[in-house]
Every structure is written in C-alpha cells, then in structure tokens.
C-alpha cells in the first residue's frame, strides 16, 4: 500500500502538468494569465502583414482583460530558436513569468494573408494549439487567431470577428456603420439622408434594423448584410421605433404610438401578426429580449418617471425592477441572462451606465466620472464586455467595457461622432 500512494504521489504533478489550462473569469480567485507573443515570422512581402496581424492580435487580448500580455522586452529566450516544442527552452520563458506561449509566421500567397498560430503551454512543455488560416486581410487573420485563443483558454466562443452596428450623424446623413469588435474596419452599410437611429440586429448577422424618417415618420425598416438593401418591415401609428428581434428571430418587438399613446407591440419577423403588448396610458418604449425569450424587459412612466419594468413575452405580469433614480432608459438584458444594462441620470444630471439583476433588483455602477454623457449600453454576444457611447472625449464615440467597469477602452476616433451602438451576433 506504501509503495501504491508513493506512487500515485510522484504522478500526481506529472497529471497536473497534463491537464488543460483554463480560465474561469467569473471566480473570486481569477486573475489574467500572463502570455508571452513573440513577435510573429514574416515571408517575403509580408513584413507589414506581420506587424499587422500582431498588433491586431495583442489588442484583441488586451481588450478581453484577461490576459497579462507580457512586455517583449523581458523575454530571455531567443527569438529565433523555432516553432517545434522540442527546440523551445521552456524553463526561459517560465522565468519571466509566462503561462503562454504565443508564435506565429505569416506569409502572402497571391492575393491572400496567411499565417500558422503555435500556442504552448510553457509549464508542461508543449504545443496545445495549433491553426493554419488563409484570409483576405491581415485584421481579420489576426482576429481568427485571437479567437482561438480565447476559446482555448475560456472554452467559450471568440468575439473578435463580431460586428458592431452604429450611427454616423454627417451633414444632412446618417450613416449606418458596421466596424469589428476593438472599433477599426469601419463599413458603411447604408448612407440614409433621413434620420436613422436605434440600429439592432437579426439573430443570424444578415439584417440589421433601424428606425428610419424616410416616408417622413418613424417606421422600421431592415437593411440587408452586407449589401445595405432596405425593406420597410413595420409602419403603425403615428410612429414605430426601436425594433428589436427575439433572440429565435421569428419576432420583432417594438414601440408604436396609436392614437397618441405610447406602447409595446409585437410582430412576426416579416412585419405581419402585430399585436399590443402593453396599454397603460403612461408612455412604454425601448423592449429588449431576454435570452430565453421568455421575457421582455422595456421602459415605462407609469409610476411618474421612466423606470425599467419586466414583464413576459406575451404582456402578462408586467412589474417594476429599478426604484432607484428618475429617469432610466434603454435596457439591454445580457446574453447570459444575469444582468440588465441601462442608462441613468443621477443628481448631478449625468448620464452613467448601470447593470440590475432581472431577478433580485440589484443595482452595480458601471461608468462614473467619465464625460457627462456615458448610454445605449449593448452587450458583447458572450454577455463578457459592454459597448457604449460616451463623451468622454469630447465627442461621442465607442468604449468598451466589462461589466464591473474597472477596464474601459475607447475603441474609436470618429471626426463626427458615433451613436447608437449594437453589438452584433458570433461569426459563423
């Protein structure tokens, strides 16, 4: 028996070098995995592409926050010693602290950008992930790579070939943009020379809806993706606006007024079956989907302020969720499920971003002391990161940021300002 738990004692770390890395962001004890990148190969005519892809490749990482992305400078090892385990000197890198080990070589093949990714656990000593990808551009090779490495360590699906939806308020314009997820790549979809707000997207990416003035009243209208073609789906009332597709895609629900109240409607997905949701007299607008599509959370007046206020997706049980502040709007409930994003005013007549729990209440604090204007929270599709717009610069632009708010990147620079975000669903 001695011998036995002798031996199973000497196995036990051989098991554990084994065993998969992972990280868990949602426990009390994460912290960043330190990751060393060693600056990618490069074949003849793709220096540029490398750099490219590289620094494409680390601010994809950073922007998750959690990952600590080592500074090149400290790395002992030498750059050139290779891409196959056996040649890599792995107690190096472990001495400046790496977890990860990230290489990477690039090279052009005719009108294309392709590149081979090398991840290495450093402490086992070997290779656990290894992906060749050839793509049209380097921004979008770089964002293969680091959702790869993203679903390696967190076994859940990358974010970075997602899209974002805005708008671009010009002279007498309004663009509809899609840019990738850190702000860059920056499309227009449709120029409107009507007003266009409030964009959101269909479940499966290839339509984005928007409220536009073009027939010279709020309707809502689809515009396809990529080609930008418009199709007036909904027209009631004296407006409809702010239409949001459940999470199945079969259902559009939205805000109409008729004869001049305000209130939550529903239709099929081709503007067909609308049907009242709410009738308070008071005003109800800005619907948004729980995951499930079991609920609807929306903004209502009725107790005297605008409130966020939960209620099932066929109307029924409509109650009251936030009791603090006078004045919250434009909900967006996570992913995940857990969390309901809102803009509110506080007393000083700022505009933050705050996260309550759909089931408890419960109120956390996302932006503060950040510009005067911080709203239209929308969440990434794996409900980790936030996209909002703020003024915190001066002019409107794009941050993202967690959910607890201690990381926070503006991710745009737009010479007009950029409104309206709606981050869009996975990548196929």
């Known amino acids: ?156 699906q990358g974010i970075f070939r997602t899209r974002i939806a805005a708008i671009r308020r010009g002279k007498g314009t309004w663009d509809v943009l899609l840019l990738d997820a850190d702000g860059k790549g920056a499309e227009t979809l449709r120029r409107e020379t009507s007003i266009a707000m409030l964009p959101s997207w269909r479940p499966d990416g290839g339509e984005v809806l928007i409220t536009s003035y073009r027939s010279g009243k709020p309707e809502i209208w689809g515009l396809k993706v990529p080609e930008g073609t418009p199709r007036r789906v909904i027209s009631l009332g004296e407006l409809a606006s702010g239409g949001v597709y459940s999470p199945d895609g079969r259902s559009i629900a939205f805000t109409a007024s008729v004869d001049g ?72 409930w996570s992913p995940r499920g857990d969390q309901i994003a809102f803009t509110a005013r506080d007393e000083r007549r700022v505009f933050d971003v705050f996260l309550v729990s759909p089931e408890t209440g419960k109120i956390s604090r996302v932006t503060q002391d950040q510009g005067r204007t911080n709203e239209e929270p929308s969440w990434a599709p794996n409900g980790r990161l936030l996209v909002l717009v703020s003024d915190r610069g001066g002019r409107q632009q794009l941050v993202v940021a967690n959910p607890a708010g201690d990381r926070q990147r503006v991710i745009t620079s737009d010479a007009a300002g950029i409104a309206a975000a709606t981050w869009g669903p996975f990548a196929p």
């Open 1 to 156: 028996m001695r011998k036995l738990l002798v031996a199973v004692a000497l196995l036990a770390p051989a098991l554990a070098l084994a065993q998969r890395q992972y990280i868990d962001v949602g426990s009390p004890d994460f912290r960043p995995l330190a990751l060393a990148v060693v600056p990618f190969q490069s074949g003849p005519g793709a220096q540029a592409d490398a750099v490219d892809v590289q620094q494409t490749f680390r601010d994809d990482l950073a922007l998750t926050g959690i990952f600590d992305l080592l500074d090149p400078r400290s790395f002992l090892a030498d750059a050139s010693e290779g891409t196959q385990a056996s040649a890599i000197k792995f107690t190096r890198w472990a001495d400046v602290g790496a977890e990860g080990l990230v290489k990477a070589a690039i090279k052009r093949e005719g009108v294309l950008v392709a590149g081979e990714l090398h991840l290495y656990y450093v402490r086992a000593g070997r290779e656990v992930l290894y992906r060749v990808y050839r793509e049209r551009n380097a921004r979008t090779l770089a964002h293969r790579f680091a959702d790869d490495v993203l679903q390696y360590y967190t076994r859940e």
């Open 261 to 332: 109240n305000s209130d939550l409607y529903v239709a099929r997905a081709d503007g067909s079956g609308i049907r009242r949701l709410t009738t308070d007299p008071a005003t109800d607008t800005s619907p948004t989907w729980s995951p499930d599509g079991r609920r609807i959370a929306f903004v209502s007046a009725r107790s005297g302020n605008p409130h966020i206020y939960v209620m099932n997706a066929d109307g029924s049980d409509q109650r009251r969720l936030t009791f603090k502040g006078n004045y919250n709007q434009t909900p967006r």
